[in-house]
C-alpha cells in the first residue's frame, strides 16, 4: 500500500518545490552583487556587510529579541496556568468567559487585537513603546501556549500526581517534581511558538509600538513596502537560516528523546 | 486558595487586555470623531457622577454603522474580503490536497522528513514568505525574465499588484494549514478500504472519490476553516501582493486608522469584522467538538 507512486512522487516534488522555491530564491539573490535585485550580477556578501552597519536594523532587532524573550516567558506561565484551569478546575462561575477567552485571540483577525488594545493603553494613558508591546504579545501568545498545554495534559495520567500527594508530597512538590516534568515537552514547545509568534508580527505591534520602540518586522515591513531591497534579502537570509538550523535541531533532540524513552520503556518491561 | 489564585492570575489578565479592550473598541464605535486627543467623543467624565454618565450614554449612535452603509467603499470590502477568502480556500484545498496524499502514501521512514518540510515554513517569519514572492511576480521578476527566456511570452505578463498575487500569496503562506490536517486524516486511514472496494468492482478513481474523500472529510473540512477565517482579515498579503486594485477589510480597517485617523469608523469596521466571522468559527468549533467525540 505504502509505496511510492508516479502520481504520488510528481505531487509531492512540484508542492515541496512550491513551498521552497521561493526561499531558495531569496537566499541565492542575497548573494547577489547588484543593487537590481532581480538581474545577477556575480558573487558578492556585499548586501550583509551593508546590513550589520545598518544600526537601524540592528537596534530594532534587539528591540525584538527583548520583547520575544520577555513576553514568550510570561506567556508561557500565564499560558500553562490557563491550560491548568482549563483541564483541572473544574466548575466555576464565569468558566465559559474564561475559556471563550483563551480561544478568542487564535481566531481573532490581528487588525482587531492590535486596534483594541491600543485604544485600551491610550485610554489608560500608557506610554507606548516596548512595554506596550510586550503585554500585547504576550496576551495572544498565552492562548496558543494554553491550548499546546492542555492537549498534553488532558493525556495526563493523574494517578501519577495522586500517587507523589499520597507519598507526602505538597501539592507544589508535586507539580514541580511529577506533573512539570512529564508536561515540559509541551512546556517548552509552548514557549518556542510564542517567542517565533512575537519574532513574526508585524499587525500587532505596529498598533502598540510607539516612537521610542520599533521592532524588526516593522522595519522590514517600511522598507519593502517600496519593493524588494537587497538589503532584506540578506536578512530574510540569516532569518531563515536561524530558524531552519532551530528547528532541525529541536526535531533531532525530540527524536533523541523519544528513542531513549522507549528503550527505557523496553527495558523496564524486560525486568 | 492557592486554586482561586490560579484561576484568577490568567483569568484577570485576559479580562484587562482582552475583553476590556474590545469593549472599547464597541464603545468607541458607537461615538463620533472629533478634533480632540482621544480623536473622538464622547468620553466619560466620572466627576460628573449620575449627570455625566447619562450624558455620556446619551451621546453613543449608531452614526458610524449607517456611514459604512452609505458609503459603498465598505460594503465592497467586506464581500471581496469573503470572495477573495473562498476562492483562496478552494485553491489551497486543490494545492494541498495531493500533497497531504502523496506524504500519507509516502514510505514510512520518509514521512518525519516530509511532516519537518511542511513545519519549517511555518516557523519562518510570515512577512518574508510574503516577501519572497515579490521578487518573483513582478515584471522584471524571476518569472517573468524565465518565461521570456522560454519564449512562451514576448511581453511581461503583469502579476504583482493584482488579485492573482493575492491568491499565490495566501494558498503560499497557509498551505501547511491546509495540509497538515488532511495528512493526519488520510494517514489514519485503513489501507484495506481501499482494496475492499477495489475487490467489489471500483475504478482506482471512483474508489478514491467513493472512500478516500469521505474519510478525509472531517480533515478537509478543519484544513478549509483554518485558511478561511484568518484569510478574511489578511492585512499583509493584500497590502504587499494585491496593490490598489486589491479590496480587503484588514487593509480598509488599518488605512482608516493610520491614514484616515478616523478611530470611530475604523472601530465600526472592526466590530462587523467580527460579527462577520462569528458564523465560520461557531461552525469549525462545532466540527472540532464531533472530531473530538468521534475520537474519543
Known amino acids: ?27 541565492i539573490y542575497s548573494f547577489n552583487e547588484s543593487k537590481l535585485v532581480t538581474v545577477w550580477a556575480g558573487f558578492s556578501t556585499r548586501w550583509y556587510g551593508e ?80 512595554f506596550t508591546i510586550i503585554l500585547a504579545h504576550t496576551t495572544f501568545s498565552m492562548c496558543y501556549v494554553s491550548v499546546v498545554v492542555s492537549s498534553r495534559l488532558v493525556t495526563f495520567d493523574r494517578s501519577l500526581e495522586e500517587a507523589a500527594l499520597d507519598l507526602g508530597c505538597s501539592p507544589m512538590q508535586a507539580f514541580r517534581l511529577v506533573t512539570l516534568p512529564i508536561i515540559a515537552p509541551a512546556v517548552v514547545a509552548g514557549w518556542l511558538l510564542a517567542f517565533t509568534l512575537s519574532l513574526d508580527d508585524l499587525v500587532i505591534a505596529s498598533f502598540t509600538a510607539g516612537p521610542s520602540a520599533t521592532t524588526l518586522p516593522i522595519k522590514i515591513w517600511s522598507s519593502i513596502r517600496l519593493g524588494v531591497s537587497p538589503e532584506i534579502n540578506a536578512l530574510s537570509t540569516l532569518l531563515i537560516a536561524v530558524v531552519s538550523v532551530g528547528v532541525i535541531a529541536a526535531s533531532i533532540v525530540t527524536k533523541r528523546s523519544a528513542l531513549r524513552q522507549e528503550a527505557e520503556e523496553r527495558a523496564a518491561e524486560r525486568t | 486558595m ?20 474590545f469593549i ?40 458610524n454603522f449607517w456611514f459604512l452603509t452609505t458609503d459603498d467603499l465598505y460594503w465592497k470590502a467586506y464581500l471581496s474580503s469573503v470572495q477573495i477568502a473562498i476562492i483562496a480556500t478552494l485553491l489551497t484545498l486543490l494545492v494541498g490536497y495531493p500533497i497531504a496524499y502523496g506524504m500519507a502514501n509516502a514510505p514510512d521512514h520518509w514521512r518525519p522528513t516530509l511532516m519537518l518540510l511542511v513545519i519549517l515554513p511555518f516557523w519562518t517569519s510570515f512577512l518574508i514568505r ?11 521578476g524571476y518569472l517573468n525574465q524565465f518565461l521570456l527566456w522560454t519564449g512562451l511570452i514576448s511581453e511581461p505578463l503583469t502579476i504583482l499588484n493584482t488579485p492573482i498575487a493575492v491568491y ?34 471500483c475504478s482506482r478513481l471512483s474508489a478514491f472519490w467513493l472512500v478516500t474523500i469521505p474519510l478525509s472529510r472531517n480533515g478537509i473540512i478543519a ?17 504587499l501582493l494585491g496593490g490598489s486594485q486589491t479590496l480587503m477589510i484588514g487593509k480598509v480597517l488599518w488605512e482608516e486608522f493610520f491614514n484616515n485617523r478616523d478611530w470611530p ?7 462587523i469584522l467580527l460579527l462577520i466571522l462569528i458564523i465560520p468559527i461557531i461552525l469549525f468549533q462545532r466540527n472540532e467538538q464531533k472530531n473530538r467525540e468521534a475520537d474519543g
Open chain 1, 1 to 27: 500500500m505504502r509505496r511510492l507512486t508516479w502520481f504520488n512522487a510528481t505531487s509531492l516534488t512540484f508542492g515541496f518545490a512550491f513551498l521552497y522555491l521561493p526561499m531558495v530564491l531569496l537566499v
Open chain 1, 51 to 130: 546590513l550589520l552597519r545598518n544600526e537601524a536594523f540592528l537596534d530594532a532587532a534587539w528591540v525584538t529579541i527583548q520583547v520575544a524573550f520577555v513576553s514568550s516567558t510570561i506567556a508561557t506561565i500565564l499560558g500553562t496556568m490557563g491550560a491548568y484551569v482549563i483541564v483541572r478546575a473544574g466548575r466555576f462561575t464565569g468558566r465559559t468567559l474564561f475559556s471563550g477567552m483563551i480561544y478568542a485571540p487564535l481566531v481573532m483577525p490581528e487588525v482587531i487585537t492590535g486596534l483594541s488594545l491600543l485604544l485600551l493603553f491610550i485610554g489608560i494613558g500608557l506610554d507606548r513603546g516596548m
Open chain 2, 2 to 21: 492557592r486554586r482561586a489564585v490560579l484561576i484568577l492570575v490568567p483569568y484577570l489578565w485576559l479580562l484587562a487586555l482582552f475583553l476590556v479592550p
Open chain 2, 24 to 63: 472599547i473598541v464597541l464603545k468607541i464605535s458607537l461615538s463620533d470623531i472629533a478634533l480632540a486627543i482621544p480623536p473622538y467623543t464622547p468620553t466619560l467624565d466620572l466627576s460628573e457622577g449620575w449627570a455625566g454618565i447619562k450624558a455620556f450614554f446619551g451621546a453613543l449612535d449608531f452614526e
Open chain 2, 130 to 140: 510574503v516577501y519572497s514572492w515579490m521578487g518573483i511576480l513582478s515584471n522584471e
Open chain 2, 168 to 201: 499565490i500569496g495566501i494558498v503560499y503562506t497557509y498551505l501547511p494549514f491546509m495540509i497538515l490536517p488532511i495528512y493526519a486524516a488520510l494517514e489514519r486511514m485503513d489501507g484495506s478500504l481501499l482494496e475492499a472496494a477495489e475487490d467489489l468492482g
Open chain 2, 223 to 239: 484544513g478549509c476553516f483554518l485558511v478561511f477565517i484568518p484569510t478574511i482579515g489578511e492585512f499583509v498579503i493584500p497590502s
Open chain 2, 265 to 271: 469608523v475604523a472601530s465600526a469596521v472592526a466590530v
